[in-house]
C-alpha cells in the first residue's frame, strides 16, 4: 500500500503531470476507456499537501477536455457529415440523423453539458455535433462551460476526499472515484428514466 502511494506522491509532483493531466484528459474524450477521471480526482487528492498546485490540475483538466471534445467535434464534421448525406431520404438512419439535428439545434447546450459527465455519451455527443454540423462558436461556448464544471467537480472530489482521508490519502481517492461513478450512474439512470416517460408519453398519442 505505501509503495503505491509512494509512486503517486513521485508522479504528481513531477514538474510533467500537469501535461500529463491534459493529455488524458484530451484522449479521454476520444477514447472513453482512458482514465481521465481517475487522473484528475488523484492529482486532485494529493494536493492538499500543496503539490500539485490544485488551480493548476483545474486549468490542465478543463483545456484537455475542451481539446479533446473539439477533436471529437472535428472527426464527426469530417467524416460523419459526409456519411449522413449519403443515407437515403426515407431511410430510418437518415430520419434518425435529421432528429438528431433538430435536438442539438434546440439543446444543444445542454445536451454538451450533461453528457460531459457520462464517459461514453460525451464521445457520442460531440462526434454528433460535429457530424450535424452546430455551430462550431456555440459548440465553443458550451463545451467550455461543460470543460470548466466538470474539472472543478473532479477536483472538489478529489480534495475533499483528501482532507477527509488526510492520514490515508489512497482511501481519499478512492472514496473520490466511487462518488464520481455514483454520480454518473445516478445521471444516467435519470436520463433514461425520462426516456422512457417520454416513450411511453409519445406511444399513448
Request: charged residues 20%.
Amino acid at each position: 500500500m505505501e509503495s503505491v502511494l509512494d509512486l503517486l506522491r513521485q508522479t504528481v509532483t513531477s514538474p510533467w503531470v500537469y501535461l500529463l493531466i491534459f493529455a488524458l484528459t484530451a484522449v479521454d474524450a476520444v477514447v472513453p476507456m482512458v482514465p481521465g477521471e481517475a487522473a484528475v480526482i488523484t492529482a486532485a487528492v494529493l494536493a492538499t499537501s500543496g503539490d500539485p498546485d490544485v488551480v493548476a490540475v483545474i486549468a490542465s483538466a478543463a483545456i484537455g477536455a475542451v481539446v479533446g471534445d473539439h477533436v471529437s467535434y472535428a472527426i464527426g464534421r469530417s467524416g460523419g457529415a459526409r456519411r449522413l448525406s449519403r443515407f437515403p431520404e426515407e431511410s430510418r438512419r437518415r430520419a434518425s440523423s435529421e432528429w438528431a439535428r433538430r435536438a442539438v439545434e434546440r439543446h444543444g447546450g445542454l445536451i454538451l453539458t450533461t453528457a460531459r459527465y457520462l464517459p461514453g455519451g460525451r464521445t457520442a455527443v460531440t462526434l454528433t455535433m460535429g457530424a450535424v454540423r452546430y455551430p462550431l462558436r456555440s459548440f465553443l461556448l458550451f463545451d467550455t462551460i461543460a470543460g470548466v464544471t466538470w474539472a472543478l467537480y473532479n477536483v472538489l472530489l478529489g480534495y475533499f476526499g483528501g482532507l477527509a482521508f488526510e492520514r490515508d490519502p489512497l482511501r481519499g481517492v478512492l472514496v473520490g472515484l466511487g462518488l464520481s461513478v455514483g454520480v454518473t450512474v445516478l445521471i444516467e439512470a435519470v436520463r433514461r428514466a425520462r426516456h422512457r416517460a417520454r416513450h411511453r408519453m409519445s406511444t399513448r398519442r
